[in-house]
């Protein structure tokens, strides 16, 4: 069973057991998240259900395992000949999150 859900502006392949790093959110470690924004949903019998652009009554569930910083970035801007040189870094933050599960509500 696997399923397409979108957040923070970027789509991700879940499936139970799943650990994803997805844009920060504000929820706190141990609470439970859902994702209510489902694109594609297929089931285990290989079914896919698609969504235009979301499935109607689908969700995802997860757990919040822990907020975090991603490695540092270095952004290094240099002109030759004309002394300048800027060195900075970014660390983007993280919410890792552990897929429970997957529930779709069948339409007839």
Same mark, same amino acid.
């Given at each position: 069973?696997?399923?397409?859900?979108?957040?923070?502006?970027?789509?991700? %392949?879940?499936?139970?057991?799943?650990?994803? *790093?997805?844009? *920060?959110?504000?929820?706190?470690?141990?609470?439970?998240?859902?994702?209510?924004?489902? %694109?594609?949903?297929?089931?285990?019998?290989?079914?896919?259900?698609?969504?235009?652009?979301?499935?109607?009554?689908?969700?995802?569930?997860?757990?919040?395992?822990?907020?975090?910083?991603?490695?540092?970035?270095?952004?290094?801007?240099?002109?030759?000949?004309?002394?300048?040189?800027?060195?900075?870094?970014?660390?983007?933050?993280?919410?890792?999150?552990?897929?429970?599960?997957?529930?779709?509500?069948?339409?007839?």
């Amino acid at each position: 069973m696997i399923a397409v859900i979108h957040t923070g502006g970027k789509q991700y %392949l879940v499936s139970p057991g799943d650990k994803i *790093k997805i844009e *920060k959110i504000e929820e706190k470690e141990g609470s439970q998240v859902s994702f209510d924004k489902v %694109l594609l949903f297929e089931d285990d019998k290989g079914i896919v259900s698609l969504g235009t652009p979301y499935l109607e009554g689908a969700e995802v569930k997860g757990k919040v395992l822990r907020e975090g910083r991603d490695e540092k970035k270095i952004v290094f801007k240099y002109k030759p000949k004309k002394r300048y040189k800027v060195k900075k870094g970014h660390r983007q933050p993280f919410t890792e999150v552990e897929i429970k599960e997957i529930n779709v509500k069948k339409s007839k």
